[in-house]
T-cell receptor
């Protein structure tokens, strides 16, 4: 039931774009995205809910294709601060109360 | 304001000993989650609470693991008769709503069982 993330790792130059994908074998109610820097706690980026509502407060954008049970996170004009490991967390039901199954993560390295 | 805090930050214990890990969520947060995170992996759900009620404990690996949140604030995750395979980072997170809200993670407790 753990979602599958791809790619496992990506190296970018500052200013380049990247897409991180998260897919599930089961229907999803919501997808949550977090970023974790080395030695630190995961930090919230975005929530995408079934029905199209999106909650977030960063310049990083995301999409949620309910039919394909997939979500994508878009890193546009990447900055050095975007480096870290990105995790998607999926919720299968509206009454899951925020119980998340996290993927294995995508490591992003942004170089000058 | 103050974020989620956890104590101790590091715990080394001998196999067979019991350990108690504490989580102090953000004040007023309704929901509290416990995760275990292996190196290089995403957080693995263990259990969660809404107020003082434990809503789901399906992620607890076995009956040596238990958690409580008696007054709906601070929570304790207890591992009895620790084994080497219990070594991991244990994180808690809290959120200010019931359901799909952003979760604020604590710094974690690094548990090492020798």
């Amino acid at each position: 039931q753990q979602p599958v993330q791809s790619p496992q790792a990506v190296i970018l130059r500052e200013g380049e774009d990247a897409v991180i994908n998260c897919s599930s074998s089961k229907a999803l109610y919501s997808v949550h995205w977090y970023r974790q820097k080395h030695g630190e706690a995961p930090v919230f980026l975005m929530i995408l809910l079934k029905g199209g509502e999106q909650k977030g407060h960063d310049k990083i954008s995301a999409s949620f294709n309910e039919k394909k049970q997939q979500s994508s996170l878009y890193l546009t004009a990447s900055q050095l601060s975007y480096s870290g490991t990105y995790f998607c967390g999926t919720e299968q039901r509206s009454d899951s109360w925020g119980k998340l199954q996290f993927g294995a993560g995508t490591q992003v390295v942004v170089t000058p | 304001g103050a974020g989620v805090s956890q104590s101790p930050r590091y715990k080394v214990t001998k196999r067979g000993q019991d350990v108690a890990l504490r989580c102090d969520p953000i004040s007023g947060h309704v929901s509290l989650y416990w995760y275990r995170q292996a190196l290089g992996q995403g957080p693995e759900f263990l259990t969660y609470f809404n107020y003082e009620a434990q809503q789901d404990k399906s992620g607890l690996p076995n009956d040596r693991f238990s958690a409580e949140r008696p007054e709906g604030s601070i929570s304790t995750l207890t591992i009895q008769r620790t084994e080497q395979r219990d070594s991991a980072m244990y994180r808690c997170a809290s959120s200010d709503g019931q359901g799909s809200y952003e979760q604020y993670f604590g710094p974690g407790t690094r548990l090492t069982v020798t």
